[in-house]
């Protein structure tokens, strides 16, 4: 590089320039970078909305409008399972009216009671000795 | 007896009794595990070989892991060594983690450390193998040590010495919450799992229209009229936790399950019976045990805590909480996350 060559802001000058650089350039390439700056943010905070919007777009279609409470199925336990809550093409869920689980006290294998002030013990063992 | 065929090609499979649910849409087994019994509900029908194959897969590795009934588990392992550091399984790490997330949670009411206080009391087996005749007088009670003594931190236990882990509140919801994603991952994208263990329900899947029928009740077979309850559950869990079974008799004295940690003894409050609902069995599980060791405490509990539930007193009155249905056949509802597992935890 040449010792005696001015190096405006660390770019060297094109050869046609050389000679015109002059107190308007730097003032000219400051606004431009600024025009530039300018530009950047808008498109920066542009794409910021964007993928926001699309994020929430995705999370709308992803979690059910309606909460839980309203007979939407959630999955049972933490981790969902694979291709759980996606019904495959052409599935449709079943109509079922009649209880197919009760939910009791736990898993009574005996259960006592007083008849006329004796205890009586019986077993009820829905499935006792199979295990 | 008829028998589920071709379930792993096993002898496991002759232990799934079909059960009759009047439903040609759904298909539904049933066997004995983890010293209660086990129900698969499919739908479609085909769905039941493989849902019942993954059921028997976690259920019976849940036993070995975590029963405090047979001699060969790993918490009877633990228990035997009369406390200090452990290096658990992943499966019993999280067992004992939901444990005392959930005494965390309920403040102390589901204390996973009663173990010795239920054995105090003469529940030191399988219930199947308590006697059923009076036995002498229990143990002088012994109230728990506190969960607040236990420390886990990832698969290292530390526990203090003299302490036994009892995971009655919370391992059957564990258990169901495992048999539906097990079962969810080998039955593919399309249908829904529904798993009962013991009366703890989880679902998975895709309920059928409406959500599953089930039936709310104090007694296994339902028939304890005015107080069950038929509603449909279309995700998440229910769990009921009741006095009114798992009753022996030691000295003259009617004993139950539910162990009031501070004292010792078989809770006694106004409530004998509680249903919960929430997104995992585990939590519906925790949420029903603390309610009844809670007593005139519960419905505040329950109600700061946001849970559906419904509890019936022993005079019969039922109390319902947190948007449970009055009606039959509505949809339970179900508050989203979980207290007691990892993934939920604030």
Not at chain 2, 138 to 155: F, H, I, N, S, T
Request: net charge neutral; hydrophobic share 45%.
């Amino acid at each position: 590089m040449d010792a005696d060559h001015d190096d405006p802001g660390g770019r060297l000058p094109l050869a046609e320039f050389e000679n015109s650089y002059s107190a308007e350039r730097p003032v000219a390439r400051r606004d431009g970078i600024r025009h530039a700056r300018r530009m950047s943010n808008w498109t920066a905070a542009a794409l910021i909305v964007g993928t926001g919007a699309a994020a929430v777009a995705l999370a709308h279609q992803a979690v059910p409008a309606a909460p839980p409470a309203t007979g939407t199925a959630v999955s049972a336990a933490g981790a969902a399972p694979p291709g759980a809550g996606a019904a495959a093409p052409g599935t449709a869920a079943p109509q079922v009216g009649h209880s197919v689980a009760t939910t009791s006290g736990s898993g009574v294998t005996t259960t006592t009671r007083t008849v006329n002030g004796k205890t009586v013990v019986t077993r009820i063992a829905p499935a006792r000795g199979d295990d | 007896m008829a028998t589920v065929t071709g379930v792993s090609g096993s002898a496991a499979a002759a232990l799934w009794r079909p059960v009759p649910t009047g439903e040609d849409a759904v298909a539904a087994a049933e066997r004995a595990a983890l010293g209660t019994s086990a129900r698969v509900v499919v739908w479609p029908p085909g769905n039941l070989k493989a849902a019942c194959a993954a059921a028997d897969e976690v259920l019976g590795v849940l036993d070995r892991q975590a029963s405090r009934f047979r001699w060969d588990s790993e918490l009877s392992a633990v228990h035997r060594s009369g406390g200090g550091l452990f290096l658990l399984s992943d499966g019993l790490a999280e067992a004992v983690g939901v444990a005392l997330a959930a005494a965390r949670w309920t403040r102390g009411l589901a204390d996973p450390t009663v173990g010795g206080a239920l054995i105090g009391l003469g529940y030191d087996r399988d219930f199947a193998a308590i006697s059923p005749e009076p036995g002498g007088p229990p143990d002088e009670p012994v109230p728990a040590p506190g969960w607040y003594r236990v420390r886990l931190d990832g698969p290292l236990l530390r526990l203090p010495a003299g302490t036994q882990l009892d995971l009655g509140a919370t391992a059957k919801g564990v258990g169901a919450d495992r048999a539906v994603r097990a079962a969810m991952a080998v039955a593919g994208p399309s249908g829904g799992v529904l798993v009962s263990l013991g009366g703890d329900i989880a679902v998975g899947g895709i309920a059928p229209l409406g959500g599953w029928p089930v039936t709310v009740a104090e007694r296994p077979d339902g028939n304890d009229a005015p107080g069950s309850q038929l509603l449909r559950l279309t995700g998440g869990a229910v769990a009921t936790s009741s006095v009114t079974c798992r009753r022996w008799r030691r000295g003259g004295r009617e004993l139950h399950h539910i162990v009031d940690p501070r004292t010792g003894l078989p809770a006694d409050g106004p409530w004998r019976t509680v249903s919960a609902a929430a997104q995992t069995c585990a939590d519906a599980n925790a949420a029903a045990t603390a309610a009844i060791v809670a007593g005139t405490r519960a419905e505040g509990w329950l109600a700061a805590a946001g849970v559906p539930a419904r509890l019936v007193g022993h005079d019969g009155q039922v109390r319902r909480l947190g948007g449970w249905p009055a009606a039959d056949g509505q949809p339970l509802p179900v508050t989203r996350g979980s207290h007691v597992y990892a993934w939920g935890r604030r």
